[in-house]
Structure formats: C-alpha cells, structure tokens
C-alpha cells in the first residue's frame, strides 16, 4: 500500500504514524537554514493558527535583506523489513508561488503607495537529510544523500514602521503556495506574517522659523539611525514630557505637554524622515504682567524628554541621547511718557525663545526679538484677562 502524507518539520517534525514495514510513503521536511535574524522580539505577534495554514517568524529579520524564510523538500520514506531502519529518499524541492499582495501599504509621507515588500521563491539550497519524528531518523538512506529545498523569500524594503498587524511589529503579510511532485500537486497555501525590528529615530534638530507674539515657532526634524539614513517617521506619534520645569515669574501657569503627529501642521515639512512643530514662550499678557510688577528678568527653564509611538506600537517609547531645553525670558519695564495731558504708556523689552537638544545646541537656538506689550493682549486668553483683572486699579 502506498501512503501520500505530509511530515511538517520546523527544525523538529511534528508527530505522525510509523510507517509500516516495508510501506513507502512521500513526505515533506521544512527547513530553517541560519538566516540574518535579529535578537527575539517580545512583541511578536501571536500566530493566527498553526503550520500549514500560517507561518509567523519566530524573530524579527533584517530589513533590506532577501531572507530566506524556509525551504521544502520532498522525499519517500521506507521502513526496511529485513534492517527496519528508515530508508529515505530524495524526490524534488517543489514551487513556490506567491498569490497575494504583501502588505502594509504605505499611505502617507514620500514613501506613500509602495507595499512593504517583495515575497519571491528563493534559490535551491542543499540541506541536511529529514529527521521524520515518530518514524526514526532517515539511517538507512538510500538514492541520493543530497537533499535539495527551496526556500520562500522575503524582503522588506519599506523605509517606514507600517504594519499590517494592528500595535505589533512591524509586520506583513502575505499568501503563497507551495506545489510538490506528489504531494501538493494542486498548490498548498500558507499565510506568512514576517516582522522587522522597528527603527526609531536617534534624536532631533531644532531650527527657528519665526516670532508669533511673544512665542517662538520651531521645526523640530526627527533624526533617523545612521544606518538608514533615509528612513521616514511621518505619521507617527511624538509626546512631550516635562521632567523638571523651573519657573521664575510670579505667574502660576504650569507648562502643559502635548503630542503631535509627524509631518502634519503648517510647520512641518514634506518628506523624510518627518518633522513638526514646536512653540517656546509666554502668554503676550504674561509678558505685560511681569513687566507690570517690576518683576524682570524672569523666565522659565524645562527639562523635555521626547516620546515616539509607531503603528507597530501600543505605548510611546523615549527617543533621544539626552532630554531637549527649552526657555524663554522676559526682560523690559513698563515706560509712561507724559505729553500735555496724555500719558503715553507702552512695555518694551526683550523676549527670548530657546530648543536645544543634543544634536542642535549654541547661540542658534536662543533667538531674541524687541516686544512691545499692553493690556490689550489680556483680552485673547483666559489666563491673560484673570491677569488683567489683578492689574486693575494698580498704579500700572
């Protein structure tokens, strides 16, 4: 009797019946061959189900490299009725065929509509003789001792932490079948789920743009690793936060952090690897009040640590070698000039606005602008007009 059965094996078969005396039957061995994976990733994804229907890669691989996943190789096994040791022999390495589209798909940023990357079939390779698991080791091969497989490649070409697997990975996938020359002959499909380590930026730079009031407007441009120099963060998730925040003005206005998205907002810019915005500096009321109570110079000094979150994310991560600066100082008094019997009354003064950051610090980051300040700005905020109203019937 002959027996057409399928022996899966991932560096270690899985259980089936001992072939009987002197019954040949056809079987597969998957292979593992070293391939160029990264350390484990605590993040991987569950498999959605088991081998044949999924394979999920038990480490990240490297991206931009084509990595062979696993190769196939088909062969007969016979158990010989005089030895009974396990006679196996090589067949054919099969086909394989990818039959759906790899994904992610990027959408937005300079990457956006290119998929994550490419699944092809791979170059045969010659590995070691199957290990069936309940039939015994193949000690008693005969034919041919070489065994040739083929494996299944990928490789991830996106220069972004898109995911197909929603706040895991990165990861994609992809569908391909497998045809043998006994077994599979009409094609064996397998869902493929391959993640990469994801890259994170290694800091960021902070430029000046320009004076909005008494508020500083910067662009902050994420910095990617060294290694992958044109690796784009637009659309992901960056958070402040504040680790130390000194505060010299007698005004109680805590500093509140905030996040933005990469790439969005009228002060970023297109293209890799992603910028956004960032504001250093007082309420114009503020400055005014300060001014008011003779209390310049005053200023503010904080600590900020930056935070990113990808797609591939569940919680925002730290970026950076050390936390950002950012200050701003009030300088100036109120000035009242007589004329007849008009008072002219005007605040004048400096402001300063100051990022600095590890990667972009010196006299380039503290700007300095002339700022003229009156009660009229007390009426465009609610902390400017409780302000105001302490101001009232002072003999500012």
Known sequence: MHYVRAVVVLLAAMTFSLTALGQTRSAIFIFTPPSSAVVPFAGLP???????????????IVRYNNTPLFGITEYTETVDPDTGLLDCQYLDYGTWTVTSTVLPKASVGPYAGQYAGVASQGTPFAGPPPTPANGGPCTGTVGSATYMYLPIDFNWQLERNDTAVPNYGPSATFTAQWTGEILCTSGCSTNFVVTVPVVRPTGETSTFLFWQ???GKWQVTLQPP??????????????????????????????????????????ASAGAPGSFGDSVGWDPCIVEYVRCVKRTPCGFGIQQQMQIMSPADTTFTNYGSAPNYLSSVIYGNIYVNLA????????????????????????????????????????????????????LGSSC
Not at 46 to 60: D, L, M, Q, S
Not at 232 to 258: I, M, R, W
Not at 358 to 385: A, E, M, Y
């Open 226 to 267: 060294d290694d992958d120099p044109t690796f784009d963060f637009t659309g992901e998730k960056v958070n402040e936060v504040y680790l130390n925040d000194q505060n010299s003005c007698p005004v109680d206005v805590p500093h509140a952090p905030s996040s933005t998205v990469v790439g969005l907002g009228r002060f």
């Open 213 to 215: 009031n008494s508020y």
């Open 46 to 60: 569950p498999c959605p189900g088991p081998y044949p229907a999924y394979y999920c890669t038990p480490t990240p």
């Open 340 to 391: 007849g019997k008009l008072s002219v009354r005007n605040g004048i003064g400096n402001v300063t606005s100051q990022r600095s950051t590890p990667l972009s610090s010196g006299p380039n980051n503290r700007q300095v602008q002339q700022f003229p300040s009156d009660k009229l700005s007390c009426f465009s905020s609610l902390v400017g007009f409780q302000l105001y109203l302490k101001l």
